[in-house]
């Protein structure tokens, strides 16, 4: 069966420092993958997804990149974090025409 | 483009009470219709999902029925337990997107009180 892997599971960071977040899924291939972000008490907001290995597709633009080194690898990253990336980053996967599958989630938390 | 929008919460019921969550949507095309369900701290969790028109879903005592005419997936269940207490998300998927992207509503807290 298919899984899928965040980590770390909660991160305090201070502002203007780097993150790296990653995810990663098992027991598929060529999937679908997807970076959220959710703020406190909100819906998602998607801010990447990727169809295969180094394509990229940025929903809104902002202090985030993206990148998919391998197939079933998708790494979150930002040179400097801002206050506003605090939030809750969920993963995702699917394949074509199916349900996506969410991760456990990152609480990032910028001081 | 797409749209999902759902009823406001919170929702307060208390334990064994009927449970009706509304979603409805806009879309061009024929779109796939889900629910996930998100447990404090943690992801999201895909709860039911219906394809086309008239599909019901069901799971864990959760339905909701595709309703092209009204364009709406209303989320139902008889008798809600104080472990269903979380935030509830409809989402449809257009199947002409390559990218397979979900538009989601903006969730809706379910609270059971024993």
């Known amino acids: 069966s298919q899984t899928i892997h965040q980590w770390p599971a909660t991160l305090v960071q201070p502002v203007g420092s780097p993150l790296s977040l990653e995810c990663t899924v098992e027991g598929t291939s060529n999937p679908n993958l997807y970076w959220y972000r959710q703020a406190a008490g909100r819906g998602l907001q998607l801010l990447f997804y990727s169809v295969g290995i180094g394509q990229i597709s940025s929903e809104v633009p902002q202090n985030l990149s993206a990148s998919r080194p391998q197939d079933r690898q998708f790494i979150l990253s930002s040179k400097k974090l801002l206050l506003s990336d605090s939030g809750f980053y969920l993963c995702a996967w699917s394949l074509l025409n199916q349900p996506q599958h969410f991760g456990d989630g990152t609480r990032l938390s910028i001081l | ?114």
């Open chain 2, 1 to 114: 483009g797409d749209s999902v929008t759902q009823m406001e919460g919170p929702v307060t019921l208390s334990e064994e009470a009927f449970l009706t969550i509304n979603c409805t949507y806009t879309a061009t095309g024929y779109p796939s219709l889900f629910w996930y369900v998100q447990y404090p701290g943690e992801g999201l969790q895909l709860l039911l999902k219906a394809t086309k028109a008239d599909d019901k879903g069901s799971n864990k005592g959760f339905e909701a029925t595709y309703r092209k005419e009204t364009t709406s997936f209303h989320l139902e269940k008889g008798s809600v337990q104080v472990s269903d207490s979380a935030v509830y998300f409809c989402a449809l998927s257009d199947p002409e997107n390559a990218g397979n992207m979900l538009t989601f509503g903006g969730g809706t807290r379910l609270m059971v009180k024993p």
